[in-house]
């Protein structure tokens, strides 16, 4: 049994506009068991000496974040397809050459390194949305999930939870083409023998949770959704999807299947509390109200989209129709969660040329409870009683932060910032610097192995 305190400056706790000053934050076996704010109230029975031996974090302590959609593999491709012209196809092309590179040692060396660039920036839990499932012929590994373990074993040793979003991905395109060239290592055949597959890797580690995932419409042929779709339902587990990231995904389903693609979802029981739609950039009206009223919840992932040329996706909106919004840092162009929350009030404000669209409690809240509960983790994501021991510390004196208000802090902090990190009551980042892994270092060797000519 181990209980630690911590003693936070600032704290942000739930259901409050502003942080919170000279927060006493209490944890046993990795979860909290009191949250006691020091100012205007009595010192705690234990007194002074319960002050004496909490560990002090100096700046603005928030929940976990959660980086609710990743493709590990993508960190590899930072700085290498900025400087041309083109589009999401031509990105991709560049995408798949490292897809085609990778097996589960390189792959756990490189997801290592980047989920704990992610524990640095303050991430306690990651969604990998994850298809390089086979060898890169789409032959099968002696393990099967030999891929899907490397995952697993990367995030252990970067000291952050996952859960393992294993997504169907079956065909090329939506009108059903076969998988061809790099995408072959993707595909299980059919549904039923990804849902068997899936069905056989049970990680036993408290971190790692097995979650779906329907590449998208293009990628699951539509009288398999439900099988997909079934699966996560029966097993209780969480369920993602790639949906109308692009205007020529929706052209294309429109053509073949006389609908758009949030309709389609719908009408194979794809929807839902526990289904988080990733991007939506391009939604209808009718679109969005499916979405809404079903709950499915929707992570945004504006670095990304942003850089991928996607556009814009309509957030207030998705919001106000009732779907829960959760971020991602999905290609890792940019790891930082701070980027991804405010960009959400800035893209809408590009938009509509009007400030103020949600508050920062509402970014808080994408940023924390809302990702770890579309991740299947409903414990996770709050300072409060009960919940897992995740704490993140934002420093106040940096070159950024310094004389900003706490409770502006969330708009003006980077990930470099990031001074504290606790993961279910373990401490994986103190004074800035991860704890067991070098993460420049590792980010190097890992990404010129898969990168080399
Ligand atoms: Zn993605």
Known sequence: MTATRWLAEYAWLPDHAEPTPDVLIEAEDGRITAVTPLVGTDTPAAGVEVLRDAVRLPGLTLPGLANAHSHAFHRALRGRTHGGRGDFWSWRDVMYTVAARLDPDS??????????????????????????????DG?????????SAALVEAAAHAGIRITLLDTAYLTA???????????????????????????????????????AAI??????????????????????????VHLSEQPAENDACRAVHGCTPTRLLADHGVLGRHTTAVHATHPTSAD??????????????????????????????????????SLGSDSH??????????????????????????????????ATAAGHAALGWGDAGRLSVGDRAD??????DSARTAGVPPVGAFFAATAADVTHVVVDGRTVVADGRHLTVDVPTELRAAIKEVTRS
């Open 139 to 147: 032959t099968p590994y002696a393990d099967p999930n030999a891929m």
């Open 333 to 366: 162009a940019v790891v930082d969660l701070f980027e991804e929350a405010r960009a959400v009030e800035l893209d809408e404000r590009l938009r509509t040329r009007r400030r103020g669209h949600f508050t920062t409690a509402e970014l808080v809240t994408a």
């Open 107 to 136: 792959y756990l060396a490189l997801a290592r390194a980047a989920y704990a660039e992610m524990a640095l920036a303050g991430i306690t839990c990651v969604g990998e949305f994850h298809y390089l499932h086979h060898g890169p």
């Open 288 to 325: 969005l109200t499916l979405l809404g009223d079903s709950r499915t919840g929707i992570c945004l992932c504006p670095t990304t989209e942003r850089d991928l040329a996607d556009g814009i996706g309509p957030a207030r909106r998705m919001a106000e129709a009732g779907s829960p919004l």
């Open 391 to 396: 704490l993140v510390t934002v420093r106040l």
């Open 215 to 240: 590449h998208s419409v293009r990628a699951v042929p539509a009288e398999q959704l439900a099988t997909v779709a079934g699966w996560a339902d029966r097993q209780g587990r969480p369920l993602h």
């Open 173 to 211: 395109g939506v009108d059903g083409a076969p998988l061809a060239g790099p995408q072959r290592r993707f595909g299980d055949g059919d549904a039923l023998r990804w849902a068997e597959r899936v069905s056989a890797f049970t990680p036993g580690d408290d971190h790692a949770r097995v979650g």
